[in-house]
Structure formats: C-alpha cells, structure tokens
C-alpha cells in the first residue's frame, strides 16, 4: 500500500512554543490530506482537510489560527501548533488519499506524539 | 452529526472468532472502513465496504448493511498479535473529498 510519513515522530516543548509537523506521501501523490488528533483511549477526531494549494478546511471547534496548515506540494502537508499549552498534548496523526487506491482510502501516517511541558 | 457505535472492550482467546459490531448514523455515506491500530501506532487499513454484503479478506471479514446503518467485523482464528483497537469509520462525501468519522474504537484483548 501507500506510504505516509510524519515527523518528527515525538516532540516536547515548553509552554508557549510552536511546533511544526510534517506529513508527506512518499510514492503517490496526494491533493488531500487529513489530520487528526487523538487524546488516550479516544478515536481520531478530524481537525482539519488540507488540499494542495488552497487554503485547509477546519472542522467545527477547530482554531485555525493556533493549527496552522500549509499544503505546499502533492506530497506535503504541515501541521505547525502555534503557542502550544499542556492541553494541546495529544497524538496529531495526518493521513493522505491516494486517488488510484481501490477504495480511494486513507493511509496514514506514523503519529506524532506530542507533549507541552 | 455523525453517530457511530461500537463496544469499548472485547476479549476473546487464542484461536477463536470474535464479532465486533458498529452502528451508524450519518448522511452522504460513501463507504464504511474499518481500521486496526496497535497502541501508539498509526491505523492500517483491513476493510471497506460500501455496498451492502460481505467482504472476506483472509482471516477477516466485514459485513454491511446500509439500510440498518449496521456493520461488523468479524476476526477469524484470533492470533496474540490481533490485540488491538479496531476502528470504525464512516466516508461521508463533502463538497470534493469525502472525510472520515471514526467510531471510539474497540479494543481486543486475546487471552492465551
């Protein structure tokens, strides 16, 4: 199947930092991508569909100015989590559509475990 | 909204089968997906169905009812390594892309 990396793959950073994510399909490439994040013992919850080149839709509930998404190329989505508090702690998991997939699904990437001291 | 159901925890032993069952309502449904996920790990796709029947995919299947909003998965000959989270998801079309609703997961827990 495809391949979805992230990075880094763990990060933890003071109070009030930022942190940038990346997300990139590395043999398909992919005009939509997802992210996710996810609290332990939670489902994956959507946080926002970025398409190449335009601008990322949030889902409801979502501050777009604190997740910052940035959809450069086909194959690259980042995800920067702008003055990060301790309640931004959580597993972000990006995951990218291969339009020439059997099903036109999801594959996702690695997570990113994140931890805002 | 989108509501989707599935039980929090099941434990079955090694060798047997077990049902892991997901209800749903939504509109513009385009498929549904399940997906397992081992702790700390991204989900890896086993299954979609969007018409209504059974899949069968080697040890797994999934089954689809569209009218009742009713799908399972059902795990065959359960090894040690299928102790994992399995998760429900719904493609529901919006404006081009379709998006994804996961159920909260069910875990399984095989037991020697």
């Known amino acids: 199947g495809a391949v979805v990396s992230q990075h880094p793959s763990r990060v933890i950073c003071k109070s009030g930092t930022s942190v940038k994510i990346e997300c990139r399909s590395l043999?398909?490439?992919?005009?939509?991508m997802f992210w996710y994040r996810q609290f332990p013992k939670q489902s994956l919850m959507l946080m926002a569909t970025?398409?190449?080149?335009?601008?990322?839709?949030?889902e409801q509930g979502v501050e777009k100015d604190k997740f910052l998404i940035n959809h450069a190329s086909l194959t690259l989505s980042t995800l920067t989590v702008t003055s990060a508090h301790p309640e931004d702690s959580s597993f972000y998991i990006c995951?990218?559509?291969?339009?020439?997939?059997?099903?036109?699904?999801?594959?996702f990437g690695p997570g990113t475990r994140l931890t805002v001291l | 909204g989108q509501n989707i159901d599935q039980p929090t925890e099941m434990t079955a032993t090694e060798g047997a089968i077990v049902q892991i069952n997901c209800t749903y309502q939504?509109?513009?449904?385009?498929?549904l997906f399940w997906y397992q996920q081992h702790a700390g790990e991204a989900p890896t796709f086993l299954s979609y169905?969007?018409?209504?029947g059974l899949e069968e995919k080697g040890r797994f299947s999934s089954f689809l009812s569209r009218s009742k909003g009713y799908s399972y998965l059902l795990l065959k000959e359960l090894q040690m390594k299928d102790s994992a989270s399995y998760l429900c998801?719904?493609?529901?079309?919006?404006?081009?892309?379709?998006?994804?609703?996961f159920g909260a997961g069910t875990q399984v827990v095989v037991t020697p």
């Open positions: 995951s990218a559509s291969d339009p020439n997939s059997s099903y036109n699904e999801q594959f």
């Open positions: 043999d398909f490439q992919a005009t939509t």
């Open positions: 970025s398409n190449e080149g335009s601008k990322a839709t949030y």
């Open positions: 939504t509109s513009g449904f385009n498929g």
């Open positions: 169905n969007v018409l209504d």
């Open positions: 998801a719904v493609r529901v079309l919006t404006d081009s892309w379709g998006k994804l609703q």
